[in-house]
């Protein structure tokens, strides 16, 4: 079986053998950039599994190497920084990120965030057999077969992580999920808070689908219990 492909893309020598070396041992093949160029460059070269990267870059922001990436493919991103602010993360969100880990981190939970993007790229929300193929509810139409999301006649584009929690939503439309089941079906055992996660994944979904996000029509907030997908 070939092995999965993990670029990382680190300016700091000694954090970068480390991720590198962490990844090499659990049997991952492991390419390394230290700026944004190259980081590009080895994305077109390889076509890796999973991108780990820094967003504090030499030659170029973080965010710009998302952006540019994703004009070539929709490859997992893991951001991998010492911002730990939820307007940076936001942003990486809005750009194309897949997930975002602050530094400093456990390797166990890089290792465990690399795994839940590995399986969200392969095959998404697994649906169960009793499921409908489609959810539509107003404006809002979502194609479980085919991974798509619709709003207004227009396609969404999504993450997967961000695909995976509306859909999970979706398909439990009208109840209220709370953050623990939330967290364990998407993001699976994982070593660690997800809840500040969650909580910036549900504010780039609902820039992306709500017509007034403040004020939103479908992706509701039950405080201190979790979310639920508004279907009246």
């Known amino acids: ?6 670029l990382v893309v680190e300016d700091d020598k000694t954090i970068r053998k480390f991720i590198s070396t962490s990844l090499a041992t659990q049997d991952y093949k492991v390419i390394e950039a230290i700026n944004g160029k190259d980081a590009i460059s080895l994305c077109v070269s390889y076509s890796p599994d999973v991108i780990l990267l820094d ?33 940076e993360k936001v942003e990486a969100f809005d750009v194309g990120a897949d997930d975002y880990l602050t530094k400093p981190f456990s390797i ?4 465990a965030r690399v795994r839940v993007a590995l399986r969200h790229s392969a ?35 999504l993450t997967p992580i961000e695909y995976s ?5 979706a398909r439990h439309h009208g109840k209220v999920l709370t953050h623990n089941f939330i ?5 699976g055992n994982i070593i660690g808070s997800e809840t500040n996660s969650l909580r910036v994944f549900m504010a780039t ?12 029509r479908y992706l509701i907030t039950e405080v201190g219990v979790g979310y639920r997908l508004n279907d009246e």
Do not use: H
């Open 205 to 216: 979904l609902r820039r992306k689908i709500e017509k007034q996000p403040a004020n939103p």
């Open 108 to 111: 166990i939970e890089l290792l």
């Open 55 to 87: 967003l504090g870059l030499e030659d170029m922001d973080g965010i710009d190497v998302i952006r540019n990436i994703r004009q070539l493919s929709n490859i997992p991103i893991i951001v991998v920084s010492a911002r730990e602010q939820d307007r």
């Open 123 to 157: 095959s998404g929300f697994v649906a169960s057999e009793n499921t409908k193929s489609t959810f539509s509810v107003d404006k809002l139409f979502i194609d479980f077969e085919k991974r798509k999301v619709m709003m207004n006649d227009y396609e969404v584009r």
């Open 1 to 6: 079986m070939n092995k999965k492909v993990i």
């Open 183 to 187: 967290i364990k079906e998407v993001w």
């Open 165 to 169: 929690l509306l859909s999970l939503l």
